[in-house]
């Protein structure tokens, strides 16, 4: 009988995983990747797919050259079903999509012809912090005091945050939200706050209004009411996230998918059939590049905030969704559906 020694067993492992390596890098070396974005030019998506083409090459063996394809519609729904039967499967091709897109295929939108237990995720650039708000002169001071009053918010329409979360808590803790909803986007919800048309806002990112709104938020124009978040920012700690507002299991689960959203908003994947040693190299220079000095000051300079999510959590997640009790899903698609 022969006796393998440990340190053979580790030299052929490290010998394997330097041939590994070195064939990615004659992969990838004078090649172009495309980073597809489903949604259109001059957003935070495309914004944020242009910084990963300035500086994820320089962590991927063979620096390949990485452009940016913009395919929006049906609210990214449109890339997310090319990157699942169209696109090649060879690590030459990601994805940025928006993270209802996985809803929508937990809750059966006939649409949604993709599995994104199938996609490969390789990170995110950092959790959200979903919230609803009020203008400053509002006399609602915090969440309780919107179940004991009407509160108008402005919405977009159906399977957006600003009907699915107003509604959410209006039948989970008996909020009553008003909502008005017919606004082309969010630019124009908060042009109808600062006019006083409505009251508030139930669904702004807190990321995108520190960004996009920083005024509001330094001159404390807007009062915080619940986040629908992982974790409280650290600048409201005194403000509930909502699965504190969860009073009941089943309460719980469904205040725990919608926070799901958080996670996945902000998401790099790669389609299906992806030779696994190129995941690998992906996700490890994805991780990279959100820990480098040079991208971090060029992602304070852009105004993107990062709080990296690992590929592997991506995954797990997205998995566990499909995993949701039947009761807790029916109950999501009445707050996603169309009034």
Known sequence: MWIVSPRIILSVFLL??????????????????????????????????????????????????IIVQNMPGAGSLVATSHLFNNANRDGMTLGIIGGGTVWEAVLGNPQARYDPRQFNWIGGKSRD??????????????????????????????GSRTLTFPRALNSLIGTKFKIVSGYPGGNEITMALEKGEIEGYCGWAL?????????????KKVRFLVQFATARDHDLSDVPLATDLAKTPEKLRIMEFLTSDATLAWTLLAPPGVPADRVALLRSAFDSMLRDPRALADAEQEKLEIDPVSGTELQKLVQSLFETPRDTIEAVKEFTSAP
């Open 207 to 219: 990321g995108s209004l520190k960004q996009r709104a920083a005024s509001w938020y330094n001159e």
């Open 129 to 158: 912090n979903i919230t609803c708000l009020v203008w400053y002169t509002s006399p609602i001071k915090t969440i309780m005091d919107a179940v004991g009053r009407e509160v108008v918010v402005g919405g977009t329409g159906p």
């Open 16 to 65: 394997l995983s330097a041939v590994t390596i070195a064939g990615a890098a004659d992969f990838y070396e004078g090649k172009t990747i495309t980073i597809i974005v489903g949604f259109t030019p001059g957003g935070t998506y495309d914004q944020m797919a242009r910084f990963y083409s300035r500086h994820l090459p320089r962590f991927l063996p063979g620096n390949p050259t």
